[in-house]
């Protein structure tokens, strides 16, 4: 009886945001740890792991050695494979992750198709079906013109594999570019058996109602996600876009003041005081090597003491240098 009460009780709680850090160390030993939920390594130097938490992404860090990123919750993780897809629960949170080669599936608008239907299928019919943060990156983004960019093509079959599923609201998103091995697409998520608040930008049109010279299908994402116990903000990728253009044509220094612009007024949004902090690491994704000094100089400067990850990925439009994304515990 006192059991049953608990219980009930300690599921309407909200649910803790995980802790995600970036750190150096083995991987192994990192998966090794009580509640880690996925372990991310950065680039083509980093170990291969049969674990299912353990994803490599395509992208290189401008860091030598690139850290792991971790997140961790408080709770005993379980974790498996269903078809494609990879997945680790436990707290309430689930992480998901598919590979795909668009080879498989016709291009990238069709692969994306798949990630996303495959997605689909494992969290419907799991407790944790609210998916609160996707991340995306395709290689090529900018190649084609016009309406068959790669990235326009991935935003028509990413919507065609999100279907309904996301009728009340979008998630939080990234869509970034990769330098890795050809027609590789990866899409992992966050999800929780809670819903969160989407937080959308004032200084920027919603990305689902841009117009249509940015592509037929608009992207499908919200600007950022707070966490259903509201201690953690989950920011998408974050650029120098004001309205619906993009500002600051070549100019990185400006794009970079204008992309922390949109930063603060996304905190100030959900309800957050300014600022970041040592505890809320970022992810800068940079298009051009060259550039890769210049931002983390200001990165310093604007973010003394933040965990920064400087990686080299494309922005999905190409007049876009630099792109920022992240965590802001409150
Ligand atoms: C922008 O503001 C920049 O397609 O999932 C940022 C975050 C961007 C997510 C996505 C795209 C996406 O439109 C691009």
């Known amino acids: 009886m006192m059991q049953g009460c608990e219980n009930a009780l300690v599921e309407t709680l909200p649910r803790r945001a995980p802790r995600v850090a970036y750190r150096s160390g083995k991987v192994a030993a990192a998966l090794a740890e009580p509640g880690t939920l996925a372990v991310f390594g950065f680039g083509s130097g980093t170990a291969a792991e049969e674990d299912p938490r353990w994803f490599r992404v395509a ?178 990728g974050t650029a120098a876009v004001v309205g619906h253009a993009s500002a600051h044509g070549d100019d990185l220094q400006a794009q970079l003041e204008e992309t922390f612009a949109n930063l603060e007024a996304l905190l100030a949004q959900g309800r957050l005081a300014p600022g970041f902090d040592t505890q809320s690491p970022l992810k800068t994704y940079v298009r051009h090597p060259a550039d890769a000094a210049q931002v983390r100089e200001f990165i310093a400067r604007r973010l003394p003491g933040v965990p920064v990850l400087l990686l080299h990925g494309d922005i999905c439009r190409s007049e876009l240098l630099v792109e920022i994304d992240g965590w802001r515990y409150a």
């Not at 709770?75 to 498996?80: D, F, L, R, T």
């Not at 689930?94 to 692969?111: I, M, N, Q, R, S």
Request: glycine share 12%; with cysteine.
């Open 59 to 236: 992208l290189e860090s401008f860091d030598a050695p690139a850290p792991l990123e971790l997140w961790q919750v408080d709770a005993e993780v379980s974790h498996g494979r269903d078809g494609a897809v990879r997945w680790a629960a436990g707290g309430g949170w689930l992480f998901a992750a598919v590979e795909l080669d668009e080879a498989d599936h016709g291009g990238p608008g069709g692969a994306a198709t798949c990630a996303y239907q495959e997605l689909r299928r494992l969290v419907e019919c799991r407790a944790e079906r609210h998916v609160l943060r996707v991340w995306n990156y395709l290689e090529a983004i900018n190649q084609g013109e016009g309406d068959a960019e790669r990235y326009k093509q991935f935003c028509e079959g990413r919507a065609a594999g999100m279907g309904s599923f996301f009728a009340e609201g979008f998630p939080a998103a990234t869509a970034i570019g990769h330098h890795g091995p050809a027609g590789r697409l990866q899409v992992y998520v966050l999800a929780c058996d809670q819903p969160g608040e989407r937080v959308e930008n004032p200084r920027q049109v919603s990305a689902w109602c841009y117009p249509r010279q940015y592509g037929r299908t608009p992207p499908s994402f919200a600007r950022a996600m707070l966490l259903p116990a509201q201690d953690a903000l989950a920011i998408s």
